[in-house]
């Protein structure tokens, strides 16, 4: 069993050994992939018609995965009950997404270039002064980029339905097709809309942490969080002040197991938080975040209000038959960061491309073991990251004087740097043995000192 060094720590890297696969990373058994029930059989060729796959959820992994369908020559139907959909998300998206999802820059609100971190203690390191100048965190709003990739996949050819899913029938003999249960509301025969079946051969399952595709494949329960976000418009000269610049707020006060958020959007700033292991004290955690800023915000005005689920780890099944997951319904969130959208995006077009590949573009019926592809290739990829981000939340997100380390430990020029290349570019960052270790070093001296810190205000309580 392999396990994972200090350099793997260090920028969200992988190590050496990993990238030079002489080692093997470990993963758990409930995320392991299995082999198919059976080995490949010759594909059968679907006479006059094409392969179609239904892609329930349009968000970031579904628009994602029905574009790439359809350019597949996949017949593809694109389920999506909100078409407006607002969801409670930071929107920070690294800038590798842009140029390879060909994002057009005028669904980028904002061009963030300085991150503030603070600390419980209300210290704050500045993160960003090493970025080149063409280099930022882009700052999108949900309801803009979802349309926008849904708009991208019906112009390639598929067709979306404004739709709630229901339920699906699994079918009973192979090869037969999955049927299905959903309400229409483009049908204008009523308000209430009108409850369809449709048959179709395979189903990607993007419908976020409530997952209803999850749900009828069994795939497992998991762990979850829920983020809480205030869409708050502030008056223009304090808009100012967040004009290029996202704050991170870390402590007991707005999160006992992750941070809160002060993110700059078109013309407002998005205030939230999340949690885990407290979700019954969201709202007291989201008074507490406008709180320490309230400084800076004061004078705003509450302009929409959002709350909802999100996953903490990949669900124990992700793949069964021809049905996948992608995005939020696989749980492909990371840990210390709470990242998501480059990351449903990706694995929807990664499990598109394996349907695409397996069904010779559409002329063949797809296996599990085709899907499978898609779950080799995405474990292989994207584990490490996962694995090591889930530690850094442990050591650092649950004491204030964890916090307080993390926090002083972004200042230095060495963190920043691999950070931000394999944050902003989705690769392994490089760095060097010496600076490693000294930042091992600095990093226990932190958490020696943030320790003391919380010693000596201890004192000072009244019993």
Avoid at 14 to 35: F, G, L
Avoid at 148 to 153: I, K, T, V
Avoid at 295 to 323: C, F, M, N, S, Y
Avoid at 424 to 436: F, Q, S
Wanted: charged share 25%; glycine share 8%.
């Amino acid at each position: 069993m392999a396990s994972i060094t200090v350099n793997s720590l260090v920028g969200l890297r992988y190590s050496t050994a990993v990238e030079s696969h002489s080692t093997a990373v470990t993963v758990p058994s409930h995320h392991r992939i299995k082999a198919s029930k059976s080995s490949p059989t010759p594909r059968v060729l679907l006479a006059g018609r094409d392969l179609k796959v239904a892609v329930v959820g349009g968000g970031p992994a579904g628009g994602s995965a029905a574009e790439t369908l359809a350019k597949g020559g996949i017949e593809t139907i694109l389920f999506e009950r909100k078409l407006d959909n607002c969801k409670p998300c930071g929107g920070a998206i690294p800038l590798c997404m842009v140029p390879e999802f060909q994002l057009p820059l005028d669904i980028i609100d904002r061009r963030v270039t300085k991150m503030r971190m603070i600390s419980p203690s209300n210290v704050a390191v500045d993160i960003g002064r090493i970025l080149k100048p063409h280099e930022y965190v882009g700052m999108v709003r949900r309801e803009v980029l979802d349309s926008y990739m849904r708009d991208r996949a019906a112009a390639a050819g598929a067709a979306v339905v404004n739709g709630l899913f229901l339920k699906m029938d699994l079918p009973k003999e192979k090869n037969a097709p999955y049927v299905l249960h959903y309400t229409d509301y483009n049908s204008k025969t009523s308000g209430a809309g009108e409850k369809k079946t449709m048959e179709v051969d395979a189903v990607i399952g993007a419908d976020g942490a409530n997952s209803r595709v999850a749900k009828d494949i069994g795939a497992g329960d998991y762990e979850y969080g829920i983020a809480f976000q205030e869409r708050v418009k502030i008056p223009d000269s304090k808009m100012k002040y967040y004009e290029n610049l996202a704050e991170m707020y870390f402590g007991d006060d707005v999160s006992p197991d992750f941070y809160g958020w002060v993110f700059p959007k078109s013309d407002h700033v998005a205030v939230g938080t999340g949690t885990v292991t407290h979700k019954a004290d969201i709202k007291k955690f989201q008074t507490a975040i406008r709180i320490r800023a309230q400084d800076k915000i004061q004078g705003g005005r509450t302009i929409r209000v959002e709350a909802h689920p999100i996953p903490e780890h990949p669900r124990p099944r992700r793949v069964l038959e021809r049905v996948a997951l992608v995005g939020d319904a696989a749980g492909y969130v990371t840990k210390c960061s709470g990242e998501g959208i480059y990351f449903a995006a990706k694995s929807g077009r990664m499990c598109a491309e394996a349907i695409v590949k397996g069904s010779e573009n559409g002329k063949r019926m797809i296996g599990e073991s085709d899907l499978r592809v898609y779950l080799q290739k995405w474990d292989k990829t994207y584990w490490p990251t996962y694995k090591v981000l889930d530690l850094l939340q442990k050591v650092f997100y649950r004491s204030n004087p964890g916090r307080e380390a993390f926090v002083e430990m972004c200042g230095d020029e060495y963190v920043q740097k691999m950070t931000l290349e394999s944050y902003l570019y989705k690769r392994v960052a490089t760095g060097n043995p010496l600076d490693d270790l000294k930042l091992v070093v600095n990093t226990i001296g932190s958490l020696v000192r943030a320790n003391a810190l919380r010693k000596e205000m201890d004192k000072f309580i009244i019993v």
